[in-house]
């Protein structure tokens, strides 16, 4: 098999996750990196053997290049349009991070974007890329759970504040210019995402929300000199046709134990999503078995709580032992386990636009949901799916002051 070339954009924290997935996927190899801090980018560069001639503090320089397949885009959330639009215009397909933009309108201008250029186009989220929203999606499908009606998304971390009580994360993640949104563009896409994909894309009517940063501003948990410009807390309650609701909750940091599990009930049945994978699986883990930014491997269960054969059941389905087996018997399953698995599958053909997990749909109206709960939140009343559409504006960065010069963007 031909080796896949990828070149990497931003070569920050989860730079290092993504290398390490890389470095699990036969015939893929990174050659090349762009990152504009010069001295990250030749630490990066030594760590990983690439020659510092493949090195670039401008990635415009790097997509002039006429030998790489595809590239990665490891920037932050408010970076994601601009660079994988300017990705996508030099002719490369691009695989971004999540969240797909912090705005529904930079979203869709990302969206939008393979068509007009002719690109591939995927976002990262490990949580549709797996086997508990797999095994979910397949209970769905067989009718297990009758007819859907409810729905609830949910993430919670006692104190996890990034940047502060998780130092090792970068700040940017607090900060409104770059970062856009709190837990709900973080972790909140995740399960979003999950929620969605897994009940089969319904289309979104309206949305009713909150948000705070009352925990951030608190002076006395605040050392001076930190700023917090984000959401810390998103609630919300959300109607989709053919009368399904989802109520939302997530948040950085709260002072309770536990706000329980994601679910999916219906009238035959239900599913309680455990241990929802958001760092990415076994592909990710690293030689002590660690994931880097998310602790040690997670193992995503399913519970279903229904009828067979006419009795009352609740049961533990383990993902992974089940996966494990059904890849012995059919290997091509493993392309829908990992997103980087899937998304160099999907680059060299041996995935569709019919058979790959449409990211970038999913990601959207991810966007459309997670937005909706901010603008309901700013206007105190509950917003339209067309609404949102209206009213969302672009916060994608159209000027980088980097330390060597200006990056203007073009989306
Ligand atoms: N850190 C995590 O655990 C984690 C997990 C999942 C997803 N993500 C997502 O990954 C993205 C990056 O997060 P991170 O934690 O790695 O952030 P980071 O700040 O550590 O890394 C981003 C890097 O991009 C570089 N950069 C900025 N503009 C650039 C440009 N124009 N060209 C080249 N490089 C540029 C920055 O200098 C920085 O080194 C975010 O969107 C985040 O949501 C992060």
């Avoid at 893929?28 to 980018?41: H, N, Q």
């Avoid at 990211?359 to 603008?375: D, K, V």
Wanted: hydrophobic share 35%; aromatic share 8%; net charge negative.
């Amino acid at each position: 098999m031909k080796e896949l070339r990828i070149g990497i954009i931003g070569t920050g924290m989860i730079s290092h996750r993504h290398m390490t997935v890389w470095s699990n996927i036969p015939d893929t190899k990174v050659v090349a990196a762009a990152e504009i801090d010069e001295a990250k980018l030749r630490q990066w560069g030594e760590q990983y053997h690439i020659p510092s001639d493949c090195l670039y503090t401008d990635f415009r320089e790097m997509l002039k290049r006429d030998d790489l397949d595809c590239i990665d885009v490891c920037v932050h959330n408010n970076l994601h349009t601009p660079v994988s639009v300017a990705v996508m215009k030099a002719g490369f397909p691009c695989y971004s991070e999540k969240p797909m933009a912090s705005t529904y309108a930079d979203a869709k201008i990302l969206y939008d974007a393979q068509k007009t250029y002719g690109q591939k186009l995927a976002v990262q989220i490990s949580s549709i890329y797996n086997l508990q929203t797999r095994y979910a999606k397949k209970l769905v499908a067989e009718g297990k759970l009758g007819d859907i009606y409810h729905a609830r998304s949910v993430g919670h971390r006692r104190e996890g504040r990034p940047g502060m009580d998780m130092p090792f994360f970068s700040r940017d993640f607090i900060n409104k210019e770059i970062g856009g949104h709190g837990p709900l563009g973080d972790l909140g896409i995740y399960h979003l995402a999950q929620m969605l994909y897994i009940m089969g894309m319904p289309k979104l009517q309206s949305v009713y929300g909150c948000s705070t940063d009352r925990y951030f501003q608190d002076p006395r948990l605040l050392p001076g000199g930190l700023k917090y410009e984000v959401e810390d807390l998103s609630v919300g309650l959300a109607r989709f046709e053919g009368g399904i609701s989802m109520d939302i909750y997530e948040d950085w940091a709260m002072h309770v134990d536990d706000v329980g599990s994601s679910f999916i009930a219906g009238s035959m049945g239900g599913l309680k999503l455990i241990d929802v994978d958001t760092t990415g699986g076994e592909l990710a883990q690293s030689k002590d078995g660690s994931i880097i930014g998310g602790g040690m491997v997670q193992n995503p269960t399913l519970e279903f709580f229904g009828y067979e054969d006419g009795q009352m059941v609740s049961k533990v389905i383990d993902c992974q032992a089940n996966g494990r087996r059904e890849a012995l018997v059919d290997p091509k399953v493993r392309l829908y386990n990992d997103n980087q698995v899937h998304w160099a599958a999907y680059v060299r053909g041996d995935l569709t636009d019919e058979n790959r997990i449409d990211s970038p749909y999913i990601a959207l109206q991810t966007a459309l949901l997670s937005e909706g709960i901010i603008i309901s939140g700013n206007l105190g009343r509950s917003v339209t799916a067309d609404e949102i559409e209206a009213m969302s504006e672009p916060m994608g960065v159209r000027r980088q002051q980097t330390p060597w010069g200006v990056i203007e963007y073009d989306f």
